[in-house]
């Protein structure tokens, strides 16, 4: 069954046709952070660590695209550097975890993914684990994370999405 999922989100607008319109605008309607009862897509959760147990959430967020935009300078000369859009050095995905770990402080971001985009936001479903409950705590799988060595682990970049834009996703020749 979550090879025929995994078939239908590789082109989500062809596979899933007007749901997938549907979905976009209704989210557009939420808040940016939204605690979420089941995962969109239950392959991709599943293979990131998601369990229907006590202890983890799934939440979606939604991020802006773009670059940022710096304030216009006030007066006066204009130096030469003195840009007014710049990258930031995260994804998407990355802010997305750290937006959700700032709403949620209990609990652990384990993964996240990718679920929708329009012209404007992007969505990601982050899936989440309080690390202070019995279950978490008893779970063989899932123990590591409620050791309390992992704390802010998306702020570090410790999330596979973290350690891909810090170049650690690869183990190839260094330098």
Do not use: C
């Not at 596979?15 to 940016?32: H, M, P, Q, S, T």
């Not at 799934?58 to 840009?83: D, E, L, W």
């Amino acid at each position: 069954m979550y090879k025929y999922l995994a078939q239908i989100w590789k082109k989500p607008k062809e596979g899933l046709g007007e749901a997938y319109k549907e979905n976009i605008v209704r989210w557009r309607n939420e808040l940016a952070v939204t605690r979420i009862a089941r995962p969109t897509r239950l392959d991709r959760a599943r293979s990131l660590g998601y369990k229907a147990k006590q202890g983890i959430a799934v939440i979606r967020v939604r991020v802006k695209m773009g670059g940022r935009k710096t304030p216009k300078q006030a007066g006066g000369r204009s130096p030469r550097r003195a840009g007014r859009f710049f990258t930031l050095n995260k994804s998407k995905q990355q802010n997305a975890e750290e937006k959700a770990t700032r709403k949620y402080k209990n609990m652990q971001v384990l993964n996240s993914y990718w679920v929708g985009e329009d012209g404007k936001y992007k969505w990601y479903e982050v899936v989440m684990a309080d690390i202070s409950h019995p279950a978490i705590k008893k779970d063989k799988d899932l123990k590591w994370i409620a050791s309390g060595k992992q704390g802010g682990r998306a702020n570090r970049g410790l999330t596979s999405s973290g350690k891909k834009s810090r170049g650690l996703r690869h183990k190839g020749k260094k330098g």
